[in-house]
C-alpha cells in the first residue's frame, strides 16, 4: 500500500495463533489493519498480556496508531463432553438434553448431552428450535420429561450432522432468562480497564438493559464517566470528560430480541458490530443481507460507528485468494458505508493472514476510487440541540466546502476528537488526517471512518499549526505545493472543547 493511499474504511484483524507475533501483527498494520480484535472466548489472560505487549510493539516499529477491541463472550450456550469421535444425529430420531453432566461423553440410546446452561432445559417449550454447530444441525422440542435437577428435555433431530462436544447451542425462539454478561465476562471487562483496552464488545445484545449493565460497570471501575449517558454523533468525545478514561461499547447484533430492540439498542450503544455469524444462525439465513443494510442505515442515521463482520473473506481461511462473491459482499459494505470491516478466522487461525489484509486493503482502495469517480457515500446532517449545534453545523460546513474546492485532505487538530467524529460521520471520500497529543484517543480514532491519526505536540497558535502542515505534507510527499486542503481547530489552538474556525489552505501558502 503507498503511503499516499490512506485507508477509508478501516480494517480490523482478529488474533490468534496465526497472527500472535510481533513480526506478523507488524506486517498486518502494514497491511492496513488498524484495529486488533481480542477474543475473550478463546485463550488466558497471560496469553492476552503478551498479544497486547506485541500489539504496541507492532506499532511502534510501524508509527501507526492502532486500536484493541476486547470482544466480550457473552452467555454463549454450548454443549458438553462427547464421546471421541462425536455422535451422528440421524433425521427424525431423537436426542435428550440433561441437567446432569453425562460421564466421560458416555453414549445412549437415545443420544443425551449435557450443556454449559442447564437451566434452558427449563425455559425450551415445546415446538421450538434448537440450532447446534452454527446451525449445522437443526432440533424441534419435543416435550420436557422429569422436575428439578432431573429435567430433561427431549428433542426431534430435523436437520442431521455430526455433533462433537463443545458445539454451540442457538435458541431463536426461545427468551432465556441468563443474564448478559457471565461472571468471566465480568473478569474480562476488569481486566480490559487495567490493560487500557480502548474498546470493549458486548456479545448477545438483547435489549438496553443489557448495556447498562456493562456501562455500570465501567463506571464503577472509573473507565466511563458518570455524566456520559447516551452518546451522540461526537461518539462521546467531548472536553467535559477528557480527564476521564472512557472505553467506549460496540454493541454486536446477533440476536432476533435485538432486531426487535434494534432502535432502542443502537441508541443505547457507542458502537454498533453487525454480527452476521449467530445473526445467520438465529435469522433466517436470506434475511441477513437486508437486516445488515437496515442496521447500517440506522446507525448512520444515528452518526454511531457501525462495523460488519463475520466471514467477508472466508475462503482465504485456505486458499490465497478470496472468492468473486466475497469481494463483493466487502466492496457492498463499503459503498453502504461502514466505519470498518473485520477479519476473524481469515487472520486469527488463517493460512494467509497478511494476505487476506492486503486484499481487503485492496478492495477498499479500488471501492473508494470509484465512489470518489461516480458518486459519493451520502452523508446524514442531523441537527443537534444544545453543545453539539456548533459541531453539526461545523461538520456540515467543512463537508461542503471540501467537495467545493475539492480538497485532498481534511486536517484537524483535536483535543477530545468529537468533532473530528462529527466530520468523519459526514462521509467525505478524502482522509482526514487529525492530530493531537493525547495518545489514548489518537488509538480511539484509529477505528473511525477517513481518520489517519498523528501525533503533534500541542501547536502554539493556529499560524505555527499550518506552518507545520506545510513542512510535513510536502517533506513525506503526501502533497505538492498549491494543493488545496481544509483545516479544522478551535481559535485560539490551544482553547479546548470549542471547535470554532475552518481554514481553506493551499499547501506552501505562507500564512503571515
Known amino acids: 500500500m503507498k503511503k ?42 497471560s496469553e492476552y498480556d503478551q498479544l497486547i505487549e506485541n500489539i504496541r510493539e507492532a506499532e511502534k516499529n510501524t508509527g501507526e496508531f492502532v ?49 454449559t446452561y442447564p437451566a434452558f432445559i427449563d425455559e425450551v417449550k415445546p415446538g421450538e428450535r434448537i440450532l447446534l454447530d452454527d446451525g449445522n444441525i437443526e432440533l424441534a422440542c419435543i416435550r420436557r420429561d422429569g422436575y428439578g435437577e432431573d429435567a430433561t428435555l427431549v428433542c426431534l433431530v430435523k436437520e442431521e450432522n455430526l455433533l462433537t462436544s463443545s458445539k454451540g447451542i442457538n435458541l431463536p425462539d426461545t427468551n432465556l432468562s441468563l443474564p448478559s454478561m457471565t461472571e468471566k465476562d465480568f473478569l474480562c471487562v476488569e481486566y480490559a480497564v487495567k490493560q487500557n483496552l480502548d474498546f470493549l464488545a458486548l456479545s448477545f445484545v438483547r435489549s438496553r438493559k443489557d448495556i447498562l449493565v456493562l456501562k455500570d460497570k465501567l463506571r464503577e471501575m472509573g473507565a466511563r464517566p458518570h455524566e456520559l449517558g447516551i452518546t451522540g454523533h461526537d461518539f462521546g468525545f467531548s472536553t467535559a470528560y477528557e480527564d476521564t478514561p472512557y472505553i467506549p461499547i460496540i454493541s454486536k447484533i446477533e440476536k432476533p430480541q435485538a ?47 457501525v462495523i460488519v463482520a463475520t466471514q467477508m473473506l472466508q475462503s482465504m481461511i485456505l486458499d490465497p485468494t478470496p472468492t468473486r462473491a466475497e469481494v463483493s459482499d466487502v466492496a457492498n459494505a463499503i ?38 469517480k461516480f458518486g459519493h457515500v451520502m452523508p446524514h446532517f442531523v441537527k443537534k440541540e444544545g453543545l453539539l449545534t456548533r459541531k453539526a453545523a461545523m461538520s456540515h460546513g467543512v463537508a461542503d466546502i471540501t467537495r467545493d474546492i475539492d480538497a485532498r485532505y481534511v486536517i484537524t487538530w483535536i483535543h477530545s476528537g468529537g468533532s473530528t467524529m462529527m466530520i468523519s460521520q459526514q462521509r467525505i471520500e478524502v482522509p482526514i488526517i487529525a492530530f493531537g497529543e493525547r495518545i489514548s484517543r489518537l488509538r480511539q480514532m484509529a477505528l473511525l471512518y477517513g481518520v489517519n491519526p498523528r501525533y503533534l ?17 510536502l517533506r513525506d510527499e503526501l502533497l505538492e505545493a498549491g494543493d488545496p486542503i481544509v483545516i479544522v481547530a478551535s481559535d485560539p489552538i490551544t482553547k479546548r472543547g470549542l471547535t470554532n474556525r475552518i481554514v481553506i489552505h493551499y499547501v506552501g501558502e505562507s500564512m503571515e
Open 4 to 45: 499516499t493511499d490512506f485507508l477509508i474504511t478501516k480494517i480490523i484483524a482478529t488474533l490468534g495463533p496465526a497472527s500472535n507475533s510481533v513480526e506478523i501483527i507488524t506486517q498486518l498494520i502494514q497491511a492496513g489493519a488498524r484495529v486488533f480484535r481480542i477474543n475473550f472466548s478463546h485463550g488466558k489472560f
Open 67 to 115: 486500536a484493541i477491541l476486547g470482544d466480550i463472550s457473552g452467555p454463549k450456550i454450548r454443549v458438553g463432553k462427547i464421546k471421541e469421535g462425536g455422535i451422528f444425529l440421524k433425521k427424525n430420531t431423537e436426542i435428550v438434553f440433561s441437567k446432569k453432566e453425562v460421564p466421560n461423553g458416555e453414549t445412549f440410546d437415545p443420544p443425551v448431552v449435557s450443556t
Open 259 to 305: 432486531i426487535q430492540n434494534l432502535e432502542e439498542i443502537i441508541e443505547e450503544s457507542d458502537g454498533v458490530m453487525v454480527a452476521r455469524g449467530d445473526l445467520g444462525v438465529e435469522m433466517d439465513l436470506a434475511e441477513v443481507a437486508i437486516l445488515q443494510k437496515q442496521i447500517v442505515h440506522l446507525c448512520r442515521k444515528e452518526g454511531k460507528p
Open 335 to 372: 459503498i453502504d458505508g461502514v466505519d470498518a470491516i473485520m477479519l476473524s478466522g481469515e487472520t486469527a487461525v488463517g493460512k494467509y493472514p497478511v494476505a487476506v489484509v492486503k486484499m481487503m486493503s485492496r478492495i477498499g482502495v479500488k471501492t473508494h476510487g470509484f465512489i470518489r
Open 457 to 473: 505536540i500541542q501547536p502554539i497558535s493556529g499560524s505555527s499549526f499550518i506552518a507545520d502542515l506545510n513542512i510535513f505534507l
